[in-house]
């Protein structure tokens, strides 16, 4: 009596499994459709895997980072090595002049434009950022020195409305900005600083 208990236990288990094996890989199936179907970015403008700015944008949890979805396709420079896509709150850059790997990122984020890079080939002691805003109505470059974070890598934020000569107008109710961010490493020397090539000029227009 035992053993035919036993045996009724167990069949009773493995219909059990059967009957939820299915159920669960439904499931899986659906969420994976549904995820897929509820992403806002179009497929056609992510970059494909082993492009640098794709692995970066991917790495940073893609549509809900603080760049958002791309909203142009990655693209090369015409006279330079390099490349660069737009995304809805941002620009990435890729600028191998200064270093096989080297991301400039420019994204606006709390009333703040950020402007960060890394992957500059070499170990810096600090490194030269020129920013301007619409230098084309006469406003002038900046330059800056910033810390590293890392001797490859650093950040500078500024306010999204500095003080300039001149401001943009407005175009259909709102105001177009055009901002410009390079950077170049630096090692301090005993009279005077030993610096690298500037990078890329990431131009961001919003």
């Known amino acids: 009596m035992p053993t035919t208990r036993a045996l009724l236990g167990a069949a009773a288990v493995t219909a059990a499994v059967a009957l939820l094996a299915p159920a669960t890989a439904q499931a ?8 897929a179907a509820t992403s806002s970015c179009n ?23 603080v760049y958002g979805c791309p909203v142009t396709r990655e693209f090369g420079f015409e006279n330079t090595k390099g490349s660069w896509q737009r995304f809805e709150n941002g620009k990435i850059v890729w600028s191998p002049n200064v270093g096989g790997g ?20 070499r170990d810096w002691d600090f490194f030269n950022v020129r920013w301007s805003k619409d230098a084309e109505l006469g406003n002038r470059t900046t330059q ?10 650093g950040q500078f934020s500024i306010t999204t409305n ?7 107008t407005s175009s259909h109710g709102r105001s177009t900005d055009t901002w410009r961010f390079v950077v170049q490493g630096c090692d ?7 610096c690298g090539p500037w990078s ?7």
């Open 144 to 153: 800056v020195k910033v810390k590293r974070l890392t001797p490859w890598s």
């Open 102 to 121: 080297a991301l400039l990122r420019v994204f606006k984020k709390n009333g703040k434009m950020f402007f960060k890079w890394d992957g500059m080939g």
């Open 28 to 35: 899986s199936t659906t969420q994976a459709s549904t995820t």
């Open 200 to 206: 890329i000029t990431n131009v961001y227009t919003y």
């Open 188 to 194: 301090r020397g005993t009279f005077s600083s030993d």
């Open 162 to 168: 500095p003080a300039v000569d001149f401001e943009s």
């Open 43 to 65: 497929p056609a403008l992510i970059a494909p895997h082993g492009s640098l700015i794709g692995g970066l944008w991917r790495d940073n949890n893609g549509e809900n980072s």
